[in-house]
């Protein structure tokens, strides 16, 4: 069975801090991974990651994929608390109709 | 401006009612999706449809149903034969029908609660 494992599900900081976000994945015939914010209600895109080795970056988020070890990173640094949200992390296998979610990560972000 | 809209916001039903959630998008988008959030949990998916006038079943579609008479609406219903009904419902909607080729758009959401 097709399955997504994030860690960890829930985290702590301060403002400042750099966080690592981890998702390990298990999907047949994989061809992408996506991450999501969720921060009230609607989860917003963040990045999607089809190739290994090749960091996505937006502003003070990084994301990066390996293929082999299965497995993806979020990386926020120098975080606000702005970015207190769950994170969620989904996994697609090609010829599926679905993605397969996480449970995510929930980030709290103290000032 | 472009969205999914879903409504109502809140939905309070009374055990053995069926209850129908409403998800309407101006995107121009063929994929539509519905998924159940629960506390702590992921999201898991019910029902999606691809293209207009057809609908496949989710991981998790024993309770609901759903329609697509028209490209932008996709609304789903909670019926009383669902055993535990009471969460989160989020609707998505993507330009590619192939899940993981394209960021998918998410509503707002509604939160059921059964009584």
């Known amino acids: 069975e097709d399955k997504v494992v994030q860690s960890p599900l829930s985290l702590v900081v301060h403002e400042g801090d750099t966080v690592t976000l981890n998702c390990s994945y298990e999907?047949?015939?994989?061809?992408?991974l996506l991450w999501y914010k969720q921060e009230k209600k609607a989860p917003t895109f963040l990045f999607m990651l089809t190739s290994s080795g090749i960091e996505k970056k937006s502003g003070r988020l990084s994301s990066i994929l390996d293929k082999k070890e299965l497995f993806s990173i979020l990386n926020i640094t120098a975080t606000q608390t702005g970015d207190s949200a769950v994170y969620l992390c989904?996994?697609?296998?090609?010829?599926?109709?679905?993605?397969?979610f996480g449970k995510g990560t929930k980030l709290t972000v103290n000032p | 401006d472009g969205g999914i809209t879903q409504s109502p916001k809140y939905l309070f039903r009374k055990e053995g009612q069926n209850v129908t959630l409403s998800c309407e998008q101006n995107?121009?988008?063929?994929?539509m999706y519905w998924y159940r959030q629960d506390p702590g949990q992921g999201l898991r998916l019910i029902y999606y449809s691809q293209i207009v006038n057809d609908f496949q079943k989710g991981d998790i579609a024993e309770g609901y149903s759903v329609s697509r008479e028209k490209k932008e609406s996709f609304p789903l219903t909670v019926t009383s034969a669902q055993k535990n009904p009471t969460a989160f419902y989020l609707c998505?909607?993507?330009?590619?029908?192939?899940?993981?080729?394209?960021?998918?758009?998410f509503g707002p959401g509604t939160r059921l609660t059964v009584l």
């Open positions: 999907v047949t015939n994989f061809r992408s």
């Open positions: 989904a996994a697609w296998g090609g010829g599926s109709e679905k993605l397969v």
């Open positions: 995107l121009n988008h063929d994929a």
């Open positions: 998505a909607s993507s330009i590619d029908d192939r899940p993981g080729l394209d960021e998918q758009f």
